[in-house]
């Protein structure tokens, strides 16, 4: 367990360094509501699989509106070890040119993609350009189990064979990739992508039944379309995807990032502040939209963004189940469970996607809350989201008066939760790990600055 954490505390450092933190670790003196403009850019979700979706293409791909995230520097590196150039002639801008594709070995890439798990949907890109694809020891948030079986089960459907070895798996199609009809256990949103990138170039036809429409599933698609694919979306999370034999580059400009929107939004209901976000959109926040108006904050969608704010008076508390889209994202729930330590009364929130997403609140008691997890869930007759096995909940009792302390993050969400606390806290409160949080908030720290967030990098 030690291993991991220090693994954990190493990748994290990594991926600081890789977007410029001067610091792994920052001092905040809370107490002082957040207020002011932030900018969101392109969804991380999207962003680095778009960026793998160009390894399909016969020519360049444009992708705008890019963060500079240390996930997407890890893509970009990838894409480097396998021949791809990837040029930034633009802030926001990439441009990837696959047209002299390579073979990588198991060290370039496991050098690279530790803290990331987006070298599995390298998979069916690479068996399509290369016939192989290495995969190594897959890294990301340790949030809970998240099996690979789903993507192995569908490259094997697709006629992939799976060879597991030392270094990783190896994967190769000797006679091709061919359509096939796949039912996914759980709208898996990582196993859906990777059906989409393999299916695309794959001979015949390819159904995926119980398939993840998130928005920015929905955008992927909107890339391959660009680019040759036909690809129909069907009632009831069914995809349809024709093979096609050549597919070529694209200009796209991503979907904003609604995680990152919702973690702003969330930040400016538990330090009582005023938070305008631009380029957040409406129509991909809506299930956000209704829960945040119930807790009792007020927005404004205007032409560019979104206006959040704590309207002053107590909180109301909430029920919440996460879902698949277009559910509650189980994203979204823990930055909402710090403003909800605020709120008058009991809220709960049931998490029904990720096992251990909820082991972060353990430190928001540390700092003051009333928070307290059940393991095997909670039954309700109120309840909408059918019971999963590994489910748990969390239910929170405020509003509690959140004090500073020492905290290291745990994972993306989670971290970026801690500072919301650290905010909204009386006192002084260290947050170390920090550079877990550059894989997903584009400069997080400057934003701090201009909301007014009283802070300084710690050594």
């Not at 002082?32 to 403009?37: D, E, I, N, V």
């Not at 070890?81 to 990837?96: A, C, E, F, K």
């Not at 929170?396 to 993050?409: E, W």
Request: aromatic share 6%; with cysteine.
């Amino acid at each position: 367990m030690a291993d991991s954490a220090s693994s954990l505390t190493k990748d994290a450092s990594k991926a600081g360094e890789r977007v410029g933190l001067k610091s792994d670790k920052i001092t905040i003196h809370g107490g002082k509501p957040l207020r002011g403009t932030v900018d969101v850019r392109g969804a991380k979700n999207l962003v680095t699989k778009a960026m793998v979706a160009a390894l399909l293409g016969e020519s360049p791909s444009v992708l705008q509106g890019v963060p500079m995230i240390s996930d997407v520097k890890i893509v970009r590196d990838m894409l480097g070890v396998y021949g791809v150039r990837v040029s930034s002639p633009d802030d926001g801008v990439l441009v990837l040119d696959p047209t002299n594709v390579e073979r990588a070995h198991f060290t370039e890439i496991d050098a690279l993609a530790g803290a990331s798990r987006i070298p599995i949907l390298f998979c069916g890109p690479l068996l399509h350009r290369l016939g192989e694809a290495l995969i190594p020891d897959l890294g990301g948030c340790r949030i809970g189990d998240r099996p690979i079986d789903f993507h192995m089960d569908a490259l094997r459907a697709f006629g992939a064979i799976v060879d597991k070895s030392y270094e990783g798996i190896r994967i190769t199609a000797p006679d091709g990739l061919k359509g096939a009809n796949i039912e996914l256990p759980y709208p898996s949103v990582g196993a859906t992508e990777q059906v989409l990138l393999t299916a695309v170039r794959a001979e015949g036809v390819t159904e995926l039944k119980n398939a993840a429409i998130e928005p920015e599933i929905m955008d992927l698609i909107a890339v391959l379309q660009k680019m040759g694919a036909i690809i129909w979306l069907e009632p009831n999370r069914t995809i349809f995807i024709e093979g096609v034999e050549h597919l070529e580059g694209y200009t796209h400009r991503a979907i904003f990032d609604r995680n990152e929107a919702a973690s702003w939004a969330s930040a400016a209901l538990a330090t009582g502040g005023d938070i305008v976000v631009k380029g957040a959109r409406q129509p991909e926040l809506m299930t956000f939209l209704n829960v945040f108006r119930k807790v009792g904050g007020k927005f404004d969608v205007q032409e560019d963004g979104i206006r959040f704010w704590h309207p002053g008076g107590p909180l109301s508390p909430v029920q919440v189940e996460t879902d698949v889209h277009p559910g509650f994202m189980t994203d979204w729930q823990q930055p909402l469970i710090v403003a909800l330590s605020q709120a008058e009364g009991v809220s709960v929130v049931h998490e029904t996607v990720y096992e251990n997403r909820l082991g972060f609140t353990s430190a928001l008691n540390e700092m003051g809350a009333d928070i307290v997890v059940h393991q095997d869930g909670l039954e309700s007759v109120t309840r909408r989201v059918p019971r999963r096995k590994l489910e748990q909940a969390a239910v929170i009792t405020g509003p509690s008066k959140l004090h500073g302390a020492d905290v290291h993050v745990p994972d993306l969400r989670g971290g970026f939760s801690y500072l919301i606390a650290a905010l909204a806290a009386e006192g002084t409160s260290t947050v170390s790990n920090l550079g877990i949080i550059s894989r997903g908030y584009e400069g997080f720290v400057e934003k701090l600055e201009g909301l007014g967030a009283d802070f300084e990098f710690a050594g």
